[in-house]
């Protein structure tokens, strides 16, 4: 499975269009033979008992439960006659679509695999149940400014679902100490930071604190920074007439070479290509 990190990465990089939102009420004697799946879906259980089975292995469908349906999977659904199931469901397409280094890379969904499969659980379950509801309220209406509606609560949906991942996975005092170094980062990135001090700040082993830190962020401690440090400087090459030196001491680098690296690294040009391409020249 892939790191929340990780997975807030790739659904950055979608864009996802709705073409059915729904809430069923099973009968008792409801069941779905088996069938090969033809959409991507996303199955929200609130109520009852069942069991999905996905490519011959069964899953416990009932409150707690998500499952992320798609096209290709051989599912088989029942539920419990005496405590039917009752569920949220969402069908989509989606394509992937980014901007990497000022170039738009785009891929379809059959050359960019869907992040989520299978079977999920979740403990945040009553905040995705009341955006689940929202997308269904939505989802009977028409109108360009709902469907933006939709669009925001559903990225809300994806946000709170990885959010609860990261949960699970770190403790709260954890939590708490990487953003507290996060914070550090963003209000110090002049400053000569090292891997150890904010390891020490958090209280935590340098191997520990890199691990959760990209776990929790997405980035190592030094990307992070680094990344940091490149956006400020951005703004200084457009925005001002200041020498390439004294930009990069303003963001923590001493050596302008050095920062020059760097930067072409992490944008795809050089500090001077950069400002030469984005910045305000007044009309004469």
């Known amino acids: 499975m892939l790191t929340p990190g990780e997975l807030a990465s790739r659904l ?3 864009v996802i269009s709705i073409f059915l939102v729904g809430h069923q009420k099973c009968e008792p004697d409801w069941r779905q033979k088996p069938r090969t799946i033809k959409y991507h879906s996303v199955w929200l259980i609130i109520k009852g008992k069942g069991t999905f089975t996905i490519g011959g292995t ?46 738009w890379i785009s891929r379809s969904a059959a050359e960019a695999r869907f992040p989520l499969e299978g079977m999920y659980t979740v403990t945040n379950t009553p905040q995705l149940i009341y955006l689940m509801e929202q997308l269904h309220m939505l989802w009977k209406r028409r109108g360009h400014m709902t469907a933006m509606r939709r ?18 996975k770190i403790t709260g005092d954890t939590t708490a100490a990487i953003e507290l170094t996060q914070d550090y980062m963003v209000g110090h990135y002049r400053e000569p930071l090292t891997l150890e001090g904010l390891a020490q700040m958090a209280g935590l082993s340098v191997s520990h604190y890199s691990r959760l830190f990209k776990k929790y962020i997405g980035y190592s ?22 020498r390439l030196k004294s930009i990069a001491g303003s963001v923590g680098y001493a050596d302008e070479f ?27």
Do not use: W
């Open 58 to 103: 069964h899953y416990p469908a009932e409150p707690g439960k998500l499952f992320c349906f798609a096209p290709g999977m051989i599912v088989e659904r029942t539920t419990d006659p005496e405590q039917p199931l009752e569920y949220y469901f969402l069908r989509f397409h989606y394509t992937e679509v980014y901007e990497e280094k000022e170039q």
């Open 12 to 14: 950055n990089k979608l």
């Open 151 to 168: 669009k925001i609560v559903l990225q809300e949906f994806f946000l709170t679902l990885v959010a609860d991942f990261r949960a699970q």
């Open 258 to 284: 050095y920062f020059s690296r760097i930067f072409k690294k992490v944008t795809g040009f050089s500090p001077r290509e950069y400002a030469k391409k984005h910045r305000f020249t007044p009309a004469k």
């Open 221 to 242: 401690p030094i990307d992070y920074l680094t990344h940091l440090r490149v956006d400020r400087a951005k703004e200084l090459l457009v925005l001002s007439d200041y």
